[in-house]
């Protein structure tokens, strides 16, 4: 039910930015509104700065408004594109900063204490999941991280792995029981 949702969505993402090619700004704010979360975490996972991402996301958006005309559904979907804008915006200001940053000295390590971030990287429940990901076979693990960290949907997923949208759901649907049981246990 939630792929079906999903893909309606992409369908209306699609329309929404035909409607923002033609000035709509009704249908920009929502495609802002459907996608600035998942876009910001793919340039947090990019970028690894907070303030870099969002300058990458409001970038990102920034070429949607003044190129969505370029977007063809037929070329592909319009999440992909706006991840590959997003991609393309979040490269360059990480090339940017690394010219306006050489000529510097590097800046003296603090002793900082670990962050929330730092935690959850050292938790149990971390560690869990790495294990328990790891006891997947290749092609679960793979569609789980490309689902869940890369955000791709199924049809995206199904597109990038050259395999059957079924199979593609079978993979994820298996992985997700998978990682269930081993975390329960």
């Known amino acids: 039910m939630a792929t079906a949702t999903r893909e309606d969505a992409g369908g209306n993402l699609a329309e929404l930015l035909a409607r923002c090619a033609a000035g709509d700004r009704a249908a920009f ?3 802002y509104d459907l996608q600035s979360a998942r876009l910001y975490g793919i340039a947090l996972r990019l970028t690894r700065q907070p303030a870099l991402a969002a300058d990458a996301v409001h970038d990102a958006f920034l070429q949607v408004w003044q190129r969505s005309s370029r977007f063809d559904p037929a070329r592909g979907q319009p999440e992909a594109w706006l991840a590959g804008l997003l991609r393309y915006r979040a490269i360059d200001l990480l090339r940017k900063r690394g010219r306006e940053d050489y000529g510097f000295e590097p800046a003296e390590e603090v002793d900082r204490e670990p962050g929330p971030l730092d935690q959850l990287a050292s938790s149990e429940q971390a560690e869990a999941l790495r294990r328990c990901l ?3 076979d290749e092609n679960q693990r793979r569609v789980v991280l490309l689902a869940f960290v890369d955000g791709l949907s199924h049809s995206e997923l199904a597109t990038s792995l050259k395999s ?17 049981r081993c975390l329960e246990s």
């Not at 949208?165 to 269930?180: D, E, Y």
């Open 134 to 136: 790891e006891e997947l």
């Open 29 to 31: 704010r929502s495609v």
């Open 164 to 180: 059957p949208l079924g199979t593609v759901k079978s993979w994820v649907r298996r992985a997700l029981i998978g990682l269930r």
